[in-house]
């Protein structure tokens, strides 16, 4: 583990919210969690992994590869916890370390090693506080999503998805995925054509 920061006082460290850990920020756990707070950091990981895990599955078409990328990234990071500028943009900085995890996978994979399932397809989770008629067609909507995405080939599914959800810049696309800026670019305009034509009847 990489060492940490000299401690910080007690008075300026992050506040704790009265009703405790589950109703702090991001921002407040991960600076505890990089003062070594085992806590705070487990907090992260209920708010996050999920949708860690549906964006790995996303990215790699494999629950196996998801599930072992989702494990080194969350190792990752919490070696890595005090190099993180902006605590309050800590699910971005986690969606970063796991796309490159993500990919170092697939780069090993043989071509003949696993085919699209039919995991859970959400990436974003339904806020709490929407009804049961909002949560059914997000659900829906989701779903029609997850099935438009396995459709695509792998490379175009893996560019969309570093786009469109992580944020990735072609040339950061490019260098993940061991391929060409105009390769990157193709296959997402590609990608986007096809998603679409298929999320149509949602728009």
Same mark, same amino acid.
């Given at each position: 583990?990489?060492?940490?920061s000299? =401690?910080?006082?007690?008075? *300026?460290?992050?506040a704790v919210? +009265?009703?405790?850990? $589950?109703d702090?920020?991001?921002?407040?756990?991960?600076?505890?969690?990089?003062?070594?707070?085992?806590?705070a950091?487990? =907090? &992260?990981?209920?708010?996050?992994?999920?949708y860690?895990? %549906?964006?790995a599955i996303? &990215?790699?078409?494999?629950?196996?590869?998801?599930?072992d990328?989702v494990?080194?990234?969350?190792?990752?990071?919490? =070696?890595?916890?005090?190099?993180?500028?902006?605590?309050a943009?800590? +699910?971005?900085? &986690?969606?970063?370390?796991? #796309?490159? /995890?993500?990919?170092?996978?697939?780069? /090993?994979?043989?071509?003949?090693?696993?085919v699209?399932?039919? @995991?859970?397809? *959400?990436?974003?989770?339904?806020?709490?506080?929407?009804?049961?008629?909002?949560?059914?067609?997000?659900? %829906?909507?989701?779903?029609?999503?997850?099935?438009?995405?396995? !459709?695509?080939?792998?490379? *175009?599914?893996q560019?969309?998805?570093?786009? @469109?959800? $992580?944020?990735?810049?072609?040339?950061?696309?490019? =260098?993940?995925?061991?391929?060409s !800026? #105009?390769?990157v670019?193709?296959?997402?305009?590609?990608?986007?054509?096809a998603?679409m %034509?298929k999320?149509e009847?949602?728009r």
């Amino acid at each position: 583990m990489v060492p940490r920061s000299p =401690e910080t006082p007690r008075s *300026e460290r992050a506040a704790v919210p +009265r009703n405790g850990l $589950s109703d702090a920020p991001d921002a407040t756990l991960a600076q505890r969690a990089a003062d070594g707070d085992t806590v705070a950091f487990g =907090e &992260l990981v209920r708010r996050h992994g999920g949708y860690l895990r %549906a964006f790995a599955i996303r &990215l790699t078409g494999s629950a196996a590869d998801a599930d072992d990328a989702v494990q080194e990234t969350l190792i990752a990071a919490w =070696e890595r916890l005090d190099t993180l500028s902006d605590p309050a943009a800590v +699910r971005g900085w &986690l969606t970063s370390i796991l #796309s490159r /995890k993500a990919t170092d996978r697939l780069r /090993k994979r043989r071509p003949t090693d696993g085919v699209i399932g039919t @995991e859970p397809t *959400e990436v974003e989770p339904v806020a709490p506080e929407a009804g049961p008629d909002e949560r059914a067609v997000r659900d %829906a909507r989701l779903a029609a999503l997850g099935r438009a995405l396995d !459709s695509l080939p792998a490379t *175009e599914r893996q560019c969309w998805v570093l786009r @469109e959800i $992580s944020g990735h810049s072609y040339d950061e696309i490019a =260098e993940q995925l061991g391929v060409s !800026s #105009s390769t990157v670019r193709g296959a997402l305009a590609r990608a986007r054509t096809a998603v679409m %034509a298929k999320m149509e009847e949602w728009r």
